[in-house]
């Protein structure tokens, strides 16, 4: 790059053959090299090295500079401090892997840069993505009217979705709107909510039962508490899945609520939406398909990599009648029934996604993303039944999927100190180095969790998590 940039044409930025090529085999053989890696690379990296990682803010280049020392330092000094979120051992948060075919695919669709956002512009590539929907809304058993749309991920497929909601429900009387979540809702929905214009005094937090699902009789009182007030409920989400506990809420009979009252359901599922590909599953998500709107991370539950999510909305006419717009300097569309990306989202000049989730899918094929779907739930499973029966751990909830939380409690301290050593549990468990686990708040109180999710975790680093937990925790206990 550095002799092409100092050359005599210095406008020309188009790169030769040979030198695409040797680029290209360069920053494939230091991804190959990282990939094998991973499952000798610590379970978190050095996230607190300030200075270091101040290194990353560099001055912009006058003259460009070869390819090489900007891999070294990229793959030696700042991509490995980090959480190592695609390792076997990444047990935070919501993991997912991040399969090495999306990164093929992004290659092509960025190399090859068509335009999708409007079908004609690109009409075998938004069919593409358009199977792409079809295949997830088969999967999630939504009815032909479905139309959806592939987003950055679920927080971007939540705002678009309650956008819709209030349009189709509200139109102007957005004041008078009314929004009912549960206290274990994802906080990407109110932070949509208030992005869709529905102030924070139009939002009731519905109380969960015991087992963190929403409660349903305190659901219909506030709706009738709101509606006799002269306010207009029109929306409630359920999730599918909650990250503190992986708790489901029961969605049949939310949505039953929600019919009844004339409010718009939307579902959750960025967690664990997935698990309706199983057959076996689909009890534990009852009323899933029932949905108005449902968000979706296959960056989480089809193991590909971030900024992928995807919405579903039950009647695509409702996407389309929000966000259809024309512009008579673009091409027009031919027919309304063909997919036309930009009237069913915000945006118009939008990368080609369709691929990223299209490739993986076609390469595999169903049956894989079942099987491995289901281990990862088989794992979790067997995680928890192995970390509950360790002396002093308190399971919150054993897994609904594949996401447990425990904690420390010692029958003869204080909650105060078994805060303190669930956190340093978590602590200590990732700093051993093999396995990556998270914690979370909740009425008060420390939890450690665990979820499975990410393809490249098997049976093996359950092992290291039990026995890392194990011996952990027996430390702390010491202390
Ligand atoms: C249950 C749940 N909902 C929503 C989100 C937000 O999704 P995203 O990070 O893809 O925007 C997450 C992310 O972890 C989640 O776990």
Same mark, same amino acid.
């Given at each position: 790059?550095?002799?092409?940039?100092?050359?005599?044409?210095?406008?020309?930025?188009?790169? @030769?053959?040979?030198?695409?090529?040797?680029? @290209?085999?360069?920053?494939?053989?230091?991804?190959?090299?990282?990939?094998?890696?991973?499952?000798?690379?610590?379970?978190?990296?050095?996230?607190?090295?300030?200075?270091?990682?101040?290194?990353?803010?560099?001055?912009?280049?006058?003259?460009?500079?070869?390819?090489? =020392?900007?891999?070294?330092?990229?793959?030696?000094?700042?991509?490995?401090?980090?959480?190592?979120?695609?390792? =076997?051992?990444?047990?935070?948060?919501?993991?997912?892997?991040?399969?090495?075919?999306?990164?093929?695919?992004?290659?092509?669709?960025? $190399?090859?840069?068509?335009?999708?956002?409007?079908?004609?512009?690109? =009409?075998?590539?938004?069919?593409?993505?358009?199977?792409?929907?079809?295949?997830?809304?088969?999967?999630?058993?939504?009815?032909?009217?479905?139309?959806?749309?592939?987003?950055? @991920?679920?927080?971007?497929? $939540?705002?678009?979705?309650?956008?819709?909601?209030?349009?189709?429900?509200?139109?102007?009387?957005?004041?008078?709107?009314?929004?009912?979540?549960?206290?274990?809702?994802?906080?990407?929905?109110?932070?949509?909510?208030?992005?869709?214009?529905?102030?924070?005094?139009?939002?009731?937090?519905?109380?969960?039962?015991?087992?963190?699902?929403?409660?349903?009789?305190?659901?219909?009182?506030?709706?009738?508490?709101?509606?006799?007030?002269?306010?207009?409920?029109?929306?409630?989400?359920?999730?599918?899945?909650?990250?503190?506990?992986?708790?489901?809420?029961?969605?049949?009979?939310?949505?039953?609520?929600?019919?009844?009252?004339?409010?718009?359901?939307?579902?959750?599922?960025?967690?664990?939406?997935?698990?309706?590909?199983?057959?076996?599953?689909?009890?534990?998500?009852?009323?899933?398909?029932?949905?108005?709107?449902?968000?979706?991370?296959?960056?989480?539950?089809?193991?590909?990599?971030?900024?992928? @999510?995807?919405?579903?909305?039950?009647?695509?006419?409702?996407?389309?009648?929000?966000?259809?717009?024309?512009?008579?300097?673009?091409?027009?569309?031919?027919?309304?029934? +063909?997919?036309?990306?930009?009237?069913?989202?915000?945006?118009?000049?939008?990368?080609?996604?369709?691929?990223?989730?299209?490739?993986?899918?076609?390469?595999?094929?169903?049956?894989?993303?079942?099987?491995?779907?289901?281990?990862?739930?088989?794992?979790?499973?067997?995680?928890?039944?192995?970390?509950?029966?360790?002396?002093?751990?308190?399971?919150?909830?054993?897994?609904?999927?594949?996401?447990?939380?425990?904690?420390?409690?010692?029958?003869?301290?204080?909650?105060?100190?078994?805060?303190?050593?669930?956190?340093?549990?978590?602590?200590? +468990?990732?700093?051993?180095?093999?396995?990556?686990?998270?914690?979370?708040?909740?009425?008060?109180?420390?939890?450690?969790?665990?979820?499975?999710?990410?393809?490249?975790?098997?049976?093996?680093?359950?092992?290291?998590? +039990?026995?890392?937990?194990?011996?952990?925790?027996?430390?702390?206990?010491?202390?």
């Amino acid at each position: 790059m550095s002799e092409a940039a100092s050359g005599e044409d210095l406008a020309d930025l188009e790169l @030769g053959a040979d030198a695409m090529r040797e680029l @290209g085999s360069k920053v494939l053989e230091r991804c190959i090299d990282h990939v094998a890696r991973l499952g000798e690379t610590a379970s978190c990296g050095d996230v607190h090295d300030i200075e270091a990682i101040r290194s990353a803010r560099l001055a912009l280049p006058e003259i460009g500079m070869p390819i090489d =020392p900007l891999l070294d330092r990229l793959f030696d000094e700042w991509i490995p401090r980090s959480f190592t979120t695609p390792g =076997p051992g990444y047990f935070a948060y919501v993991p997912g892997g991040g399969l090495y075919a999306t990164a093929l695919a992004d290659l092509i669709a960025e $190399t090859t840069n068509r335009f999708v956002g409007v079908w004609p512009a690109a =009409p075998a590539l938004a069919e593409i993505e358009a199977s792409v929907i079809d295949w997830i809304a088969q999967w999630m058993q939504f009815p032909p009217t479905a139309r959806g749309l592939l987003t950055s @991920g679920s927080s971007m497929s $939540t705002w678009i979705a309650i956008t819709t909601a209030r349009e189709c429900r509200l139109g102007t009387r957005i004041r008078d709107g009314v929004a009912y979540v549960s206290s274990q809702t994802h906080h990407c929905v109110a932070k949509a909510l208030r992005l869709a214009g529905i102030a924070g005094d139009r939002v009731r937090v519905v109380p969960t039962d015991a087992s963190y699902r929403m409660d349903l009789d305190a659901l219909r009182r506030a709706i009738e508490s709101d509606r006799d007030g002269g306010l207009c409920p029109f929306f409630v989400a359920s999730t599918a899945g909650s990250v503190h506990f992986g708790a489901v809420d029961p969605m049949d009979e939310v949505a039953d609520i929600a019919d009844e009252y004339g409010l718009w359901h939307h579902v959750d599922g960025a967690y664990g939406g997935f698990f309706h590909v199983v057959p076996e599953f689909r009890t534990i998500l009852r009323g899933l398909p029932r949905a108005d709107s449902l968000a979706l991370d296959p960056h989480k539950g089809l193991f590909l990599p971030y900024g992928t @999510g995807a919405l579903l909305v039950r009647d695509g006419a409702d996407l389309r009648r929000v966000h259809g717009a024309s512009a008579d300097y673009l091409p027009s569309n031919p027919d309304d029934e +063909v997919y036309d990306i930009a009237s069913y989202g915000p945006e118009l000049s939008r990368p080609f996604r369709g691929l990223r989730i299209w490739l993986p899918m076609m390469l595999y094929g169903a049956a894989r993303f079942r099987a491995a779907i289901a281990e990862k739930r088989s794992l979790a499973v067997l995680a928890h039944e192995r970390i509950a029966a360790l002396p002093n751990i308190r399971v919150a909830l054993p897994p609904t999927l594949s996401l447990f939380a425990f904690r420390i409690e010692h029958p003869d301290r204080s909650p105060e100190d078994n805060d303190r050593s669930t956190r340093d549990l978590i602590d200590g +468990v990732t700093a051993l180095g093999r396995v990556m686990i998270s914690g979370c708040r909740e009425s008060g109180r420390d939890f450690a969790r665990v979820c499975v999710l990410s393809f490249r975790s098997r049976k093996s680093q359950i092992e290291h998590l +039990v026995a890392d937990v194990a011996d952990v925790a027996a430390r702390t206990g010491r202390t």
